[in-house]
């Protein structure tokens, strides 16, 4: 038989993983899937290839979670971007051009960026 004292810790720890899972749950939202590859105009279809030479390195395109820089599912669906910008064409072209903290300025032709911008509208 427990005493009071003894159920204590276990109903503290209960309440705790409670708040963990909760927390969790919270936080985890769904984003909207990609566009799929066989549904892309030529300009989406000449991005992603823009973007497997400069970007593919560094960020994923189909999830959140960073490789080294940060993972750009739904980059363009989301109200900030990992910065806490908005993603605008402009602020996106910004970034790509002059880079930011880790990342490097990467220099793209005026048809290269309209394409890759295309091709990030479809994560």
């Not at 999830?63 to 993972?71: E, K, S, V």
């Not at 980059?75 to 880079?99: N, Q």
Request: glycine fraction near 6%; charged fraction near 15%.
């Amino acid at each position: 038989m427990y005493h009071g004292w003894q159920m204590r810790p276990r109903m503290l720890l209960l309440s705790f993983a409670f708040l963990a899972c909760a927390a969790v749950l919270a936080g985890c939202r769904s984003l909207p899937a990609s566009k799929p590859e066989a549904l892309f105009t030529m300009e989406e279809s000449r991005g992603a290839i823009v973007y497997q030479q400069k970007c593919a390195r560094c960020h994923h395109p189909n999830t959140t979670r960073p490789l080294n820089g940060p993972g750009l599912q739904a980059l363009t669906k989301v109200k900030a971007m990992p910065s806490g910008a908005p993603p605008t064409d402009e602020r996106m072209t910004y970034v790509i051009v002059h880079g930011r903290n880790n990342m490097p300025a990467t220099q793209l032709t005026d048809d290269q960026m309209s394409d890759l911008l295309a091709y990030l509208h479809t994560l």
